[in-house]
């Protein structure tokens, strides 16, 4: 980011890694805990989760402002959730070639035109997970045969964009890749940073 404001500069000391101890590995994570000295000079012991695989999010758009849901059971929070298209890719694979698998594996959908819109990170506090998140349009069927994961039951629903960010703003949408590919979109389109056609269609 260029001109950016002094506010987001950096201050005060980092955290310093000490000795690290490995205490679990599986083929997508692994966690560490470290001796470490906090940024107050003070020691500590840190417990860092490590994933191997970016997160990719892509939300799909519509000519006519519509996207698309899936909807799965989550493991870690023991409940149901509304989500875009979200996956996992290697980290020294291109994270675009990686998203555009997603909407042919979870939606049937293939798209002409990517646009990343979004960098985040997830749980910094405890984990290194990254994401990035792209906007796909030009939606249409996905050409050969592609298929979910093997532990994946999924529901797909297509819904004008405003029904899922309201549904975002209440907190009925939890994930929060989800909310904020929706807020960002949304503010590309009231800022002018979308096609005008599409951003009447998803502002409604």
Do not use: C
């Not at 999010?57 to 000519?63: E, K, N, R, S, T």
């Not at 039951?153 to 904020?180: I, K, M, S, W």
Request: aromatic content about 8%; charged content about 20%; proline content about 7%.
């Amino acid at each position: 980011m260029s001109g950016k404001p002094a506010w987001l500069r950096s201050h005060g000391a980092p955290w310093v890694r000490g000795a690290a101890r490995p205490i679990y590995d599986n083929p997508w994570i692994s966690v560490t805990e470290y001796a470490a000295t906090a940024p107050t000079g003070n020691p500590a012991t840190y417990g860092l989760v490590s994933y191997k695989n970016l997160a990719v999010a892509i939300l799909p758009l519509f000519d006519d402002g519509t996207t698309i849901l899936v909807g799965q059971h989550r493991f870690p929070a023991g409940d149901y959730s509304w989500e875009i298209p979200e996956g996992g890719g290697p980290l020294d694979r291109d994270p675009l070639e990686s998203a555009r698998r997603e909407p042919a594996e979870e939606t049937g959908l293939q798209a002409a035109d990517w646009r990343e819109i979004l960098q985040a990170q997830l749980s910094n506090s405890v984990s290194d997970e990254r994401a990035i998140g792209y906007l796909a349009t030009g939606l249409s069927p996905a050409e050969g045969s592609h298929h979910a994961d093997e532990t994946e039951d999924l529901a797909r629903v297509r819904v004008p964009f405003r029904e899922a960010l309201d549904a975002a703003v209440v907190g009925e949408l939890q994930d929060v890749l989800t909310v904020a590919m929706l807020f960002k979109a949304y503010h590309m389109a009231r800022e002018g940073h979308l096609a005008p056609a599409l951003a009447r269609a998803i502002l409604g």
